[in-house]
Structures are given as structure tokens and as C-alpha cells.
């Protein structure tokens, strides 16, 4: 009796024992589970109230509405003086001193009459001042239909001519390293025409030119005449691109003169040395055309000497 007694309080202290147990860990799970719902709920709301706020910001932002959003205007009250007024989207109200500049980029400017400004620009809007407003110099740039047609065909055009400027230069240097292998056996007499005088291969080529310019001009007046004209400038342009290849081959061969006879180049490498020095110096600005014109003349020069020598006057013979 006194054994099953024992038997039963140790049964009941162990069960207590482990009541206590699983309330302390129902408790803990409990203090896991309520931390890792509360991260939840808020993760939750801060996602739901984003999701909500971004398309309502968008659409304000889009929508005719905008103007109630719009920044206020900026007053440079009177007395106030400061050095710069930039403002973007709105408005500008000058009743004060700027010592140096006002800018409004897509807005308006108003000088008030004790206004005393420097320098006013306004782009994309309108400057309006009453007589007794003191400034010095405003300019004032609306960003109209014409205005904004006008500004984009002057970028497509001012990209064309970039654009053809870059192929130019790419030409320069690539007909030198074509024209070296195809008109190889011909360029021997154009170099060592350039070797005896430069100078003399110049003023033949500038004179040839212009004797070519005169000719086509007067036959490209006429209908009749204007293949002939097509024909002399394709073969001048065909005198040119043999020139300047001989151009840039004596280049070359300057640059690479010194060096031993080791490091020795091929005649394409002089030809693409002497090709991109005579490009660096057609691209210098204000004067780069003024030396292309001189080397393409010494090319023509030296091209027509080349022809003249293959045809050498005979002798009339005696009698």
C-alpha cells in the first residue's frame, strides 16, 4: 500500500515536473511565434503601403494635376540681396538685388521695379520687367514647336557632319593601306618624284587643280557636257587617291628612316604610319583642311609628273 502511495506521488511530481516543461516552451514558441508574426504584419504593411503610394506618386506625377504639386514661386524680396538664382519648373519673382546671374529653366521671371539684376536668362519661358527694373543683359530662349524642330534638326545635322567627318578620316587612312598593294608597281616614280622636290610636285598639283575645278565647272554648266565633266572628276579623284597614297608612303618612310635596318617595316606599315600622321594633321582645327589641300596637291603633283615622264616628248629626227 505504502508502496503503491510512493509510486503514485512520484508519478504526479513527474507529470507536474512536466507540465511545467511544456508550459515553459509553449511559452517560449509562443514569444517565437508572436516575433515572427509581428516581423511578418509589418513587412506586410510596409510592402501594402508601398504598393500603394508608388502608383498614386506616378500618377500625380503624370496626370494633368501636376499644377497643384507644382513648387511655389521663388521671391527675392526687396532688400534681400543675393549672388545666384536657379530655379527649375516654376516661376521667379525678383523684388530684391542678384548681384550675378537669375536662371529659370521651364518657367517664368518677373522684375519687380526696385529690382536690380546682372545677368537674366530664362529658357523655356517668358521675362517680364516694368520700366523702373534695372538690369543688364536678358536672354530669353521659348522652347516652342519651332523652336524645338529647329533644335533637333540642327543636332541630326550637326551629328551627320560629325559622323561624316569620322568616315573621312577612316578614308584617309584607309586608302593609303589599300592603294599600297594596288598600286604597288606604279608608285615608284611618284616617291622619287617627292624625294628630288616637294615643292615642285606641290605648286603642279595646285595648278593642275585648279585648271581641273575651272573645267569641270564650265562643262557642268550644260547638259550636254556634264559626262565630261563626270568623267575629268572621277579621273582627278583617281590622280588623288594615287597621290595621296604616294603622300603617305614618303611619309612614312621619313618617320621610319632612322630606324636600323633590324626593326626595318613593310611598305603597308609605312604607308599606315605615314597614313595616320598625314589624318592627325588634316584633323587639326582651323588649319587641318589648309594642310590637306597641300598634301593632296604634292599627291597630284607627283602623280602628274609620274605620266609626264611615261611619255616623253621625241625628237624630231634630222635631216
Known amino acids: 500500500m505504502s508502496t503503491l502511495v510512493l509510486d503514485l506521488v512520484g508519478d504526479g ?12 516552451w509553449l511559452l517560449g514558441g509562443s514569444g517565437v511565434a508572436k516575433i515572427i508574426m509581428g516581423v511578418g ?21 503624370n496626370s494633368p494635376s501636376t499644377t497643384a504639386v507644382k513648387p511655389a514661386t521663388t521671391v527675392i524680396p526687396l532688400g534681400k540681396v543675393v549672388d545666384h538664382v536657379v530655379v527649375v519648373g516654376h516661376d521667379v519673382v525678383v523684388e530684391g538685388r542678384v548681384t550675378d546671374t537669375v536662371l529659370a ?9 526696385h529690382s536690380q539684376t546682372d545677368l537674366v536668362i530664362d529658357l ?17 530662349v521659348s522652347m516652342t514647336s519651332p523652336f524645338r524642330n529647329s533644335l533637333l534638326v540642327g543636332g541630326v545635322l550637326l551629328l551627320v557632319l560629325w559622323g561624316g567627318w569620322v568616315a573621312f578620316s577612316v578614308a584617309l587612312v584607309a586608302i593609303p593601306l589599300v592603294g599600297a598593294f594596288i598600286f604597288r608597281p606604279w608608285l615608284e616614280v611618284p616617291l622619287e618624284q617627292l ?10 598639283g595646285l595648278l593642275l587643280s585648279l585648271v581641273f575645278i575651272a573645267v569641270m565647272t564650265l562643262l557642268s554648266v550644260t547638259m550636254i557636257a556634264l559626262p565630261v565633266a563626270v568623267v575629268l572628276a572621277v579621273l582627278y579623284l583617281l590622280f588623288g587617291v594615287v597621290g595621296w597614297t604616294a603622300v603617305s608612303l614618303w611619309m612614312g618612310k621619313l ?3 632612322h630606324r636600323p635596318q633590324s626593326q626595318a617595316h613593310s611598305r603597308w606599315q609605312e604607308a599606315l604610319i605615314g597614313a595616320a600622321v598625314a589624318m592627325m594633321l588634316s584633323n587639326i582645327p582651323v ?11 604634292i599627291g ?20
Open 13 to 24: 511530481v513527474e507529470l507536474h515536473r512536466r507540465r511545467k516543461t511544456d508550459k515553459w
Open 41 to 61: 504584419v509589418l513587412l506586410g504593411l510596409l510592402m501594402f503601403s508601398f504598393g500603394t503610394s508608388t502608383p498614386t506618386a506616378f500618377a500625380a506625377a
Open 105 to 113: 529653366i521651364d518657367g517664368n521671371i518677373l522684375l519687380g521695379p
Open 124 to 140: 523655356g519661358g517668358a521675362i517680364r520687367t516694368v520700366p523702373s527694373a534695372q538690369t543688364h543683359a536678358m536672354y530669353a
Open 195 to 204: 624625294r628630288q622636290s616637294v615643292h615642285r610636285s606641290g605648286w603642279i
Open 255 to 257: 618617320i621610319v628612316r
Open 287 to 297: 588649319v587641318g583642311w589648309i594642310l590637306f589641300v597641300m598634301l593632296w596637291c
Open 300 to 319: 597630284v603633283g607627283a602623280v602628274a609628273q609620274w605620266l609626264m615622264k611615261r611619255n616623253p616628248p621625241t625628237a624630231e629626227p634630222h635631216i
